[in-house]
């Protein structure tokens, strides 16, 4: 994405990766540390209407009937509100945006996972976020039995619709990812997400900074 000072980093992985500790991790290095302006968001939601789009996929009723086609217009619906309400706005000013899922997600889950073709994703995607591709995307990769376990011991609410899915779901999506991470190595870079959280943070830090800000 060719602006003048903003970036874009997107975060991907399976349920229970690590995400949400790794983005967390990097948001107060950022603003901390390096005094960066950083926003940080996701998907699906972000926005009033995405957060709405996103309860009616995670967590309404009437979502166990969804069909796959209608899964992948919802995402898009609310990763197109996203871009222009806030991510495009945001880089644009020169901010550091950090989303917690973007574009891959719906390759890997609606294109891959759930096996919708290619070319209807692809096209689907490419008119959601119009030219707004992310500088850099962190895939945290850990095996689908590593990923349903962690969510098995997570401390929170009844598991949406998305994490009660089966093994062999998430073995698809963690191939998906890494399928893609190995055709677009200059916009991936993948981590070993069953290591100890600290020493991912360090990992994910140090690409990032000779990615981006090495002439600092």
């Given at each position: 994405?060719?602006?003048?000072?903003?970036?874009l980093?997107?975060?991907?992985?399976?349920?229970?990766?690590?995400?949400?500790?790794?983005?967390?991790?990097?948001?107060?290095?950022?603003?901390?540390?390096?005094?960066r302006?950083?926003?940080?968001?996701?998907?699906?939601?972000g926005?009033?209407?995405?957060?709405?789009?996103?309860?009616?996929?995670?967590?309404?009723?009437?979502?166990?009937?969804?069909?796959?086609?209608?899964?992948?217009?919802?995402f898009?619906?609310?990763?197109?509100?996203?871009?222009?309400?806030?991510?495009?706005?945001?880089v644009?000013?020169?901010?550091i945006?950090?989303?917690?899922?973007?574009?891959?997600?719906?390759?890997?889950?609606?294109?891959?996972?759930?096996?919708i073709?290619?070319?209807?994703v692809?096209?689907?995607?490419?008119?959601?976020?119009?030219?707004?591709?992310?500088?850099?995307?962190?895939?945290?990769?850990?095996?689908?039995?590593v990923?349903?376990?962690?969510?098995k011991?997570?401390?929170s609410?009844?598991?949406?619709?998305?994490?009660?899915?089966?093994?062999e779901?998430?073995?698809?999506?963690?191939?998906?990812?890494l399928?893609?991470?190995?055709?677009?190595?200059?916009?991936?870079?993948?981590?070993?997400?069953?290591?100890?959280?600290?020493?991912?943070?360090?990992?994910?830090?140090?690409?990032?900074?000779?990615?981006?800000?090495?002439?600092?």
């Open positions: 994405m060719s602006h003048e000072n903003g970036i980093i997107s975060f991907e992985g399976s349920e229970g990766c690590g995400k949400s500790t790794q983005i967390r991790f990097l948001a107060d290095r950022l603003e901390d540390v390096d005094h302006d950083v926003v940080v968001t996701r998907e699906p939601g926005t009033i209407i995405g957060e709405d789009i996103r309860h009616l996929l995670m967590h309404a009723d009437s979502s166990q009937n969804i069909f796959p086609e209608t899964e992948l217009l919802l898009a619906a609310s990763r197109a509100q996203l871009v222009r309400e806030l991510i495009l706005p945001a644009t000013d020169g901010k945006v950090l989303c917690d899922r973007f574009l891959d997600s719906t390759t890997v889950y609606q294109g891959v996972a759930r096996q073709a290619d070319d209807p692809t096209q689907i995607n490419s008119f959601a976020v119009g030219d707004v591709v992310p500088d850099l995307t962190v895939i945290l990769d850990i095996p689908a039995e990923g349903l376990e962690r969510i011991h997570r401390i609410d009844m598991p949406d619709r998305m994490e009660q899915e089966n093994v779901f998430y073995g698809k999506v963690r191939e998906g990812y399928h893609l991470a190995r055709n677009l190595p200059e916009r991936f870079f993948v981590v070993d997400g069953e290591g100890e959280p600290e020493e991912i943070e360090i990992l994910i830090w140090n690409e990032i900074h000779s990615r981006f800000f090495n002439e600092d």
